[in-house]
């Protein structure tokens, strides 16, 4: 099954209040502006799609099986652009880069979403999870970054696993300190190059094809939070860590 039609109906109801609590965008107010989510065919991307979109966003969304998109596509147009890409090699992710730059000619927001589901491979192990994740968040963020000509990108990794092994602390940890030793040597890499690199975390986010709609709400407004200029100045470097309560991460009929 498709990740499925009960995560993403739990989102139909509007993700964020205004962008972040408070109003500090509306619909439109973004007009032509572009945010490029990779990694996004699961309960998080369909959510920030949706989010994006509604507060006037352009997106593009990247995944092996973006047709998981297609309800969007239906209401938004052309203001979606889903790509197949393989994370996993340098050609197809340049690939997308340079089809979402033919496309629009530019880029102001990328989410990288380190996501994985039991079902998708035999269970790894923690570092070998923590490396695969920051490979392709390495890939895909380079690859995005080389495009840049003086304008600034704002760059949110998400580290999301629904693996049932990881919910021992020590093997969280090894994923937590991966993210956050990576997110701080990028954001000192490109510190100069325009990009604002930051991350979430987020722990006990298991069972993704039952969780409530205000899990993954306060993961929408994390992220926009990081990406929004306005409200985060030059803030880089940084990791959010989001500790779901087990007893919240179900949803209860």
Request: aromatic residues 8%; contains cysteine; charged residues 20%.
């Amino acid at each position: 099954m498709k990740p499925g039609s009960k995560t993403h109906n739990a989102c139909r109801t509007p993700p964020t209040e205004g962008f972040i609590e408070g109003g500090q965008t509306a619909a439109g107010s973004h007009a032509g502006k572009v945010c490029v989510l990779v990694g996004a065919s699961n309960p998080v991307g369909f959510c920030l799609a949706q989010s994006f979109l509604e507060t006037g966003y352009r997106v593009a969304v990247g995944d092996l099986d973006p047709s998981d998109f297609s309800s969007l596509t239906a209401v938004s147009g052309t203001n979606l652009f889903p790509v197949k890409v393989n994370l996993n090699r340098d050609v197809y992710v340049n690939s997308m880069v340079d089809q979402v730059y033919l496309r629009w000619s530019r880029v102001d927001i990328l989410v990288n979403i380190a996501f994985r589901r039991r079902e998708c491979a035999d269970p790894l192990s923690a570092a070998d999870l923590g490396l695969d994740a920051v490979s392709n968040l390495i890939r895909v963020t380079s690859a995005f970054g080389s495009r840049l000509q003086g304008e600034e990108l704002a760059v949110v990794n998400i580290a999301w696993f629904d693996e049932q092994s990881l919910l021992e602390a020590d093997r969280e940890a090894v994923l937590q300190a991966a993210l956050r030793t990576m997110t701080s040597a990028m954001a000192k890499k490109y510190f100069d190059s325009g990009l604002r690199i930051n991350a979430v975390h987020t722990r006990n986010a298991r069972s993704t094809s039952y969780v409530q709609s205000e899990t993954l709400r306060t993961l929408v407004q994390a992220v926009q939070f990081l990406a929004n200029p306005e409200l985060s100045g030059k803030l880089t470097g940084n990791v959010l860590h989001i500790d779901l309560k087990p007893d919240d991460s179900l949803f209860r009929g």
